[in-house]
């Protein structure tokens, strides 16, 4: 069994919907049949302080979602499109995830190496491919490896207003999409669980 | 005499010291001689709540920042770079200012049109270009105008952690990037006050 | 009168039909009436060298394209998308313009300073907001002053691959947005025009 | 064994020195001790004409590079850093392996996938953030797996313009990261090789 934690950085706290519920949820049904267990966190929920340390102390949150991180194989990190950007909340997360830049276990291996990190964005216009890059580049030097394909959007026509969540359903491409980033997430997973990178 | 607004977008609240403040401070004072008076705001220091509206109630403290903005004819948009992207502080920022987007004045031109924005970036190391990119687009689409060579940035060498405002001396460049980019933002906001662009 | 300069960027040389000689024109029109006069210019049909000076020799036919630049008051940086970012052709013209990096004039203003550069972008799908952050920020460093909302582009629905040339009709968003960059490039290039920035 | 295939997109033909060439040899010797073979290609020396098709025929000098990606588990792609972005050869090649993103092999995974790509950026200043964010993502679109960590790259302090081939020594950064970068991407290439991603 794997564990798949999915980081849903909407700017919307609950219980307002969110695209990006919809989307993790459908990367999470996509990923159960390779044995794959998941949940969605919805970050903005969370009182997650401005920092680049792994505790800012004083209230902060961020902690309990870095444990979650840690327990799992498999990160799904979900963004709304904001002026071609990703969220402010998803950028919050990559600063906390900075701390572990230079972190190593015991044997002197990052500790985010072995974790795999696919990326799911919404936007109700352009962007995707732009945040699709930051993340990867990010996630990447923190320690996270990507599976080939890890990348799945939805976005409108140019300066359309459409959302995600209100589409009459999931558009071909998108779900064909998912379906190979889960194929090949759970399968990266499971081989650099069963082998992990070499130690220094 | 015209104004200026620098927000420094530090992950760092007040009282702790900021490069940001110092470059900041550097842009306003080569403002000065052209008969602009500025102000800092560090943000991090106000609950500037999540969302994509110009009022977010509920303890929101955008508007007084809202409000300094358009009495302003100068924006000096500063960031630290963290993993190689804009602040969160900073995207922060550019959600709110989404809100103005599709605003317009009594005479159909955008509310933020006429008002002048440049950019400073700070960081340890490499992103420089990159966040100028991303502010230059971001403020561009809400309506601000960009002065010939309006951005300045210093970071040092590649994986280093030098902070700017522990340099022994202002480095020569960014001394004359900085004193270039003063000389063509009031200029430029000068005859953007007496010329204002035409309604449609 | 001023002049504008639209450089087409599509990877496809004449006579193929390019979405961006669409756009090009669209955006040449809607200056038409601010009595501004232009020409476009397809750059995959010259033979312009790899490299960062002004004239790399040996049959590069970048000095004929920098001429037109030098002599026009607006640039329209025209670039298709391709894997989300800009054509091989327009980071190669981005190259070029590298040059003018630090060249000034007789009284010490960078050369293209008083020149406005606009930016459309073209793809069947995502990219646009990354493309026109990418393309300010290098205009902007060499020289140019970007006007408030300068930029236009078209895009398609996510992972769609209809071109702009075979859209039934210019869609009203576009066609809007096109007004309001002609209106405000023509007025910035004619204040700019009057009214120079200031030498050092 | 495994084979690497480094891509050297330097703006300056053979046999001019390059940073890049040196970066690039630093990996493959790095990637030696894996049983691993490389070679550097430097894509300039080439003809490879714009387009997205893996053949554009007439002249077109793409195939030959193409076949020996195809060759290899590994992509060390390397770029130079021009106006904070990878250079129009590096954009070119991104361009032509776009032709791959729908190709499948005869059990329908992509044709791409098992292959691993690691990047290395050179520049005299800031960028190689954000070419690391751009290449990370197109590669990975086409196919590519990108192991924990990497890419590799040095540049200057803010608006320097020392090469790295000039460097004294190789900074101890640029080493341990580029060792790094080897260790994860040999394993990667191994694991996947052995236990190639499962057809749909």
Redesign the interface.
Known sequence: MLRALALNCT???SPAESSGDLMARQVLDALAPYDVEGEIVRV?DFDVK???EADMGDGDEWPGIRDKIMAAEILVFTTPT????????A??V??R??AELSATDDEGR?V???KVAVVAVLGNE?????I???T???L??V?????????V????????TTDYKDLPET?E??AS?T??LA??AA??AK??RD?P??A?
């Not at 352009?126 to 732009?130: K, T």
């Not at 959007?153 to 359309?160: D, K, L």
């Open positions: 700017l919307k706290p903005v401005p920092g680049v904001w002026m071609g950007h990703m969220s402010s909340v950028q919050r990559l600063e995830l900075d990052p985010l190496a072995g352009d962007g995707a491919h732009a699709i890059a930051d990867y580049q990010a990447g030097d320690g996270f490896s990507i599976p080939s394909q890890g990348g959007y939805w976005n409108g026509e140019a300066m359309h558009p491409k998108v999409t379906q190979t194929r090949h399968h990266l081989v650099l082998q990178y070499p220094p």
